[in-house]
């Protein structure tokens, strides 16, 4: 960490915080590590009024934190809240339409920058705009630090150190399994669905980025075995069941290959990885696959239409800044299923999870928890925009069982 980032007056300002996933990560901090203590953190976002009342609802224990107001579109107060932390978190999106100048303020300012940027065509902005300035100033910008990507990104770390340990080696390819889930979807999740929809209408350019397995590696060596995202419902060998396209695959993979081309291709030029949710055996998984695709299917049909999106967004889908309850937070969960296999023929299979719903609750412990990270961690890694796995490794992973309620398992 340089010296200047060290003289920061904070380690960590949660930008955003009046929004649904903001104040949860703010409860988080909070409760976590309080206000007295050697992590030392603030509040900002666009409203002072809001930012207060935030500030009142996490009650006396938080009548100290601090407030700062910043709007997205105003660079030079994002440049100064920037020059105040070692990081930024944000939750303000979608990311493509909010993000780009607190992203450029913390690059030049030196800052660490975590965010929940699901958006493939707006993270590839910013690789493309922002990796080697990064580089020189020693900002690490950590895009996907929510459910995409966290547990499939840091998963594939573990499980390749687990296989190295165990076999001298790592997996040539690995599959990952989502076994079950409880939780609803995101309200800023499905804006930015809606948004990126919106940009690749009119860029047909964006659309075939998109689709491109490789769209988030360096430039130059966007390229490699894998193909497109699963699509339909198959039968996976490896896992003895009918599968069907996950919806966050779009996004996951091409995270994982970037933190596979960043480390420098440790698991070979020919790793593979792909995902897909397990559906069952036999003719109700096959029934089960063949729905959750159809119903896949319609959801992007819908977003594609304006009027069918306008009818989804007034009547259907959640909307940004709405959440579910604090119990139902805690009653959800996630459960995935990593099977790798090597060279050699060995197999290795690891279990994922995590305690509460993966929209919400878990996510705004994820990210707080690569926030504090980057902030007090000492960590190797130098600046540009990275991945959770390639700027954090194994202090985040540390984190995540200690402090996040992940779990992290080898399965005999």
Known sequence: MNDAKNNREFDVIVY??????????????????????????????????????????????????????????????????????????????????????????????????????????????????????????????????????????????FLQQAANEKYGSYCHSIALFVKATKGTASGGTIASMMNIVEEAKGDRSIARMMADPYAL??????????????????????????????????????????????????????????ESVLTGKGVGGWLKGTTMTLGLGALVVGIS?????????????????????????????????????????HIMKTRITGDQDPGYGSTSKMLAEAAVCLAQDKLDTEGGVLTPASAMGDKLLTRLRDNAGLTFDVVD
């Open 305 to 345: 239409f304006g009027a069918t999106r306008k009818l989804l967004k007034k009547f259907v889908l959640p909307k940004p800044g709405e959440g579910p309850s604090p119990e139902l937070q805690k009653s959800g969960f996630f459960n995935l299923m990593q099977i790798g296999e090597l060279a050699d023929g």
């Open 16 to 157: 955003g915080a009046t929004g649904f996933t903001g104040t949860l990560v703010a409860e988080y901090l909070l409760r976590q590590y309080g206000l007295d203590g050697d992590l030392k953190w603030s509040i900002a976002g666009r409203s002072a009024s809001k930012l207060e009342a935030v500030r009142n609802s996490l009650g006396e224990g938080a009548a100290d934190l601090a407030i700062t107001v910043a709007d997205s579109g105003d660079r030079s107060a994002l440049a100064e809240l920037a020059t105040r932390t070692r990081v930024v978190i944000t939750t303000v999106g979608p990311y493509a339409l909010y993000g780009s100048n607190l992203v450029s303020a913390c690059v030049e300012a030196g800052t660490d920058y975590c965010d929940l940027a699901g958006e493939v065509q707006w993270i590839r902005r910013m690789v493309d705009k922002h990796h080697e300035r990064a580089s020189e100033t020693g900002a690490r910008i950590v895009h996907c630090c929510g459910f995409d990507s966290i547990p499939m990104d840091m998963g594939v770390f």
């Open 217 to 274: 590696n360096p430039e130059g060596e966007r390229e490699g075995p894998d193909e497109r995202d699963q699509q339909k419902v198959l039968h996976d060998q490896l896992a003895g069941c009918w599968t069907a396209p996950f919806v966050m695959a779009g996004v996951n993979t091409r995270v994982v290959r970037r933190s596979h081309a960043l480390a420098g291709y440790p698991y070979g030029r020919n790793f593979r990885y792909r």
